[in-house]
């Protein structure tokens, strides 16, 4: 087993970190490029699994793509074609965008992934694109990956889908709207959870040239044809997060360039959850900081993340340094990302000393805690490794096993984190 062994400098943090573009903001404006006939420029494409995986089946489509740093160029095209099998790896996200896509076409693709990615439930996906007459076949256990995806009699129209399994499948449903002779009515049942996803779904798709309304329970796509166009990716605060709440485990400051700058991204909650923890939060120009002296407290959170759901595990480390208890609610739905994010996030907390509690539908942590050094288990999840690396911080001898399951959304995290995390070096 591969493990990082992290070494942090002693005495208060004082850093600078740049983190990627929005991997979920780069997914999308790729979706909306590649059915486009027309040829579009995407700027700050982050180097992670989920992007390579979209860029690969551009390619592989026919359509040149040149990548230059993290701007990417992709062709125009007279037809717009699609691969007959496409390898998600662990890209969840991607792999469900991509079924949806592939549903477009009369010819046959098979969407599969790694072992971890199979065992994600996709059948509500799967379900709606059924019902609206796409063809889907099962290659294995129903519901999950792998499957066959041909259009059959799609066109569009009115479709039912719960709200409170995955956003990612509406947001799968709307990008192929436009595509769609009927366009696309989505009706929403029950509650809409991480609605912040859908609106930034929407968002990109105008940046493309399409229509797109929203209201409480009904997503309205008018039939059209996505516009190439230049697009500039912003920086991630599902990313920042992580450099912005080790302030929460040791005192000092930290500085993200470029982050105030994005406006798209329900994660930018990180924010004011930190402010209301007790952290001094500040914008300057297009940077935010985050400081801590030694006298301020890092105080407790009650708070629904629902809208905000890819913060818990940083956000769940950073309760842990708390004088009291904190309550993180609204996340059942969570049980099933790259990990359980609350049964596998509260397991590896408390083998080092924590004191979380799973409920129905969060967590519900009492801290401050005391730790001891562990091997963490990652649980092929890159943001488990990203938060249980930050308690580094408070014990030495911390271990991440699989680290690079980081290559999800920030491949270099360890070394772009040494200013907070210290040097590192690989163990066995």
């Known amino acids: 087993m591969t ?11 004082d850093a600078v970190v740049s983190v990627p573009g929005s991997k979920s903001i780069a997914n999308r404006a790729l979706v909306c490029a590649m059915l486009s006939k027309e040829a579009s420029v995407i700027s700050g494409i982050p180097s992670g699994d989920d ?11 026919g359509r040149s793509v040149s990548v230059v740093g ?13 691969p007959g099998i496409v390898d998600s790896i662990l890209a969840g996200t991607s792999s469900r965008f991509l ?78 709207g436009p595509m769609l002779d009927e366009g696309l009515t989505v009706h929403v049942t029950g509650p809409l959870i991480s609605r912040s996803y859908v609106e930034m779904t929407a968002d990109v798709m105008r940046s493309f040239g399409v229509s797109v309304n929203i209201d409480e329970s009904t997503i309205s796509v008018s039939s059209g044809s996505y516009k190439g166009r230049d697009y500039m990716i912003e920086p991630d605060y599902s990313s920042a997060a992580f450099p912005l709440v080790a302030i929460a485990l040791r005192e000092g400051r930290v500085v993200i360039p470029g982050l105030a700058a994005a406006s798209l991204q329900g994660d930018s909650e990180i924010v004011p959850i930190l402010r209301m ?14 400081s801590r002296n030694a006298e301020q407290q890092v105080l407790p959170l009650v708070k629904d993340m629902s809208n905000c759901s890819d913060l818990v595990p940083a956000v769940a480390v950073a309760c842990c340094m708390a ?6 609610s609204g996340i059942g739905f969570i049980r099933n990302k790259e990990s359980d994010r609350l049964g596998d996030l509260a397991k590896e907390l408390n083998r080092a000393g924590a004191k979380v509690t799973v409920e129905h539908d969060g967590l519900r942590i009492l801290g401050p805690c005391s730790w001891t050094s562990v091997v963490f288990d990652t649980h092929h999840d890159h943001r488990m490794a990203m938060a249980l690396s930050l308690l580094s911080l408070c014990v030495t001898g911390v271990e991440v096993a699989d680290p690079e399951v980081v290559t999800k959304s920030w491949p270099n995290y360890f070394a772009e984190m040494t200013a ?9």
């Open 323 to 328: 004088s009291g208890e904190s309550v993180l």
């Open 51 to 61: 992007a390579r995986v979209v860029l690969n089946v551009i390619r592989e489509s």
């Open 70 to 82: 993290n701007r990417v160029l992709i062709g125009e095209t007279s037809e717009l074609r699609f």
């Open 420 to 428: 907070i995390l210290g040097s590192n070096e690989m163990g066995n």
């Open 99 to 176: 079924t949806a896509v592939a549903a477009l076409f009369s010819s046959t693709t098979i969407i599969d992934g790694e072992a971890a990615l199979r065992s994600r439930p996709m059948s509500d996906l799967h379900d709606a694109l059924e019902a609206l007459g796409a063809e889907v076949l099962h290659l294995g256990e129903e519901g999950h990956l792998p499957v066959s995806i041909s259009r059959g009699s799609l066109a569009g129209g009115d479709i039912h889908i719960a709200g409170n399994v995955s956003s990612q499948f509406i947001s799968a449903l709307m990008l192929i």
């Open 3 to 13: 493990t990082v062994v992290l070494r942090p400098p002693a005495g208060p943090i």
């Open 277 to 290: 923890m007790g952290m001094t939060c500040e914008v300057s120009g297009a940077d935010i900081s985050v």
